[in-house]
């Protein structure tokens, strides 16, 4: 039986993943940050077939304690301060969890065992003012938020790890994936929420910023899968993963109250500055070219289906509640 030691596995990726490798036979070891509050709504339903263990990122002798102690075959740092527009609130700490934390991360792989395969999520952010259409593994980096230059030093230092010491470690380029497990403040489930309230009766408009900015949407479930089809992989290697499809929030908005059979979706919807950005990422698409021919990895739920998934999600949720 492999090991593999997730970090940031309450999250949407973290739980998506943790399904998939006890699926695949695996031990699975998740790292928590020990808090007052319970967030861990997403894993509650693996509660009795995974280990969970307290650590911090931020704190380098808990990380290689807790890679020691879990002895894994692979590791997964999903773990970040992921929130686009937080980053701009909190820089310091975004950069702290989000580039300084895979480094502590990898320094606890190189001490307790080099031979243990390691995986970093990078992000479409990394490319921000984009250079060419679509992306690819080749692109030029141009980060737009603080969490985008964050994420371009984590993708980095690992790529120095595996030059310098040899280690096998990869980065997956995922863009933007989706679920029902995305978190409200996202603008996707921010969409799918605000239209299931809408239909419930609950609210009566939606409120979001720029719905020109185009993004390359996936579902969580399948990209999940490729991070595990990468540490697979005989040679370590960052690969983009996405659809390559660009659909604007608009479109998002459109499908979503028809997925709801809600009409002139328009009259719902109010446009709000605040939720605009300092700094737009306007167009972001990436060429999965590499991971399907490599990796064999395609995407299996297209977008339309995603969107109508959500919305019913939250349907379900909010009559439940109510």
Request: hydrophobic content about 40%.
């Amino acid at each position: 039986m492999k090991t593999a030691f997730i970090t940031g596995i309450t999250g949407q990726d973290g739980s998506y993943l943790a399904e998939f490798l006890l699926e695949k036979g695996y031990r699975v070891v998740g790292m928590t940050r020990r808090t007052s509050t319970d967030a861990h709504e997403r894993i509650r339903h693996l509660a009795d077939r995974i280990d969970i263990v307290s650590g911090d990122l931020l704190d380098q002798m808990s990380m290689t304690k807790i890679i020691g102690d879990a002895a894994p075959d692979e590791v997964y740092n999903l773990a970040a301060q992921s929130f686009v527009p937080t980053s701009w609130d909190q820089p310091v700490l975004t950069g702290e969890f989000t580039a300084l934390g895979v480094t502590r991360v990898l320094e606890a792989v190189r001490a307790v065992n080099p031979k243990i395969r390691f995986y970093q999520a990078s992000s479409s952010e990394m490319f921000g003012k984009v250079h060419e259409v679509p992306q690819r593994e080749t692109t030029p980096f141009y980060p737009r938020s603080p969490y985008g230059v964050a994420k371009v030093y984590g993708h980095w230092i690992t790529v120095n790890y595996r030059e310098s010491y040899n280690l096998f470690a990869t980065s997956g380029i995922l863009f933007n994936h989706e679920s029902p497990r995305r978190g409200r403040e996202f603008v996707t489930r921010k969409i799918t929420d605000g239209v299931a309230r809408i239909k419930l009766g609950l609210a009566s408009e939606l409120r979001l910023g720029n719905l020109d900015a185009q993004r390359d949407w996936g579902f969580a479930g399948d990209y999940v899968r490729a991070m595990w089809m990468m540490l697979q992989h005989h040679e370590a290697r960052d690969f983009v993963i996405a659809t390559g499809r660009t659909h604007a929030v608009r479109d998002f908005v459109r499908l979503a109250f028809a997925a709801a059979d809600i009409p002139d979706y328009e009259r719902y919807v109010v446009l709000d500055s605040r939720f605009v950005r300092p700094a737009e990422v306007d167009l972001l698409v990436g060429d999965p070219g590499e991971a399907k021919r490599l990796l064999g990895w395609e995407p299996e739920v297209p977008f339309e289906a995603l969107v109508e998934m959500m919305v019913r999600a939250d349907l379900d949720r909010l009559k439940k509640d109510t």
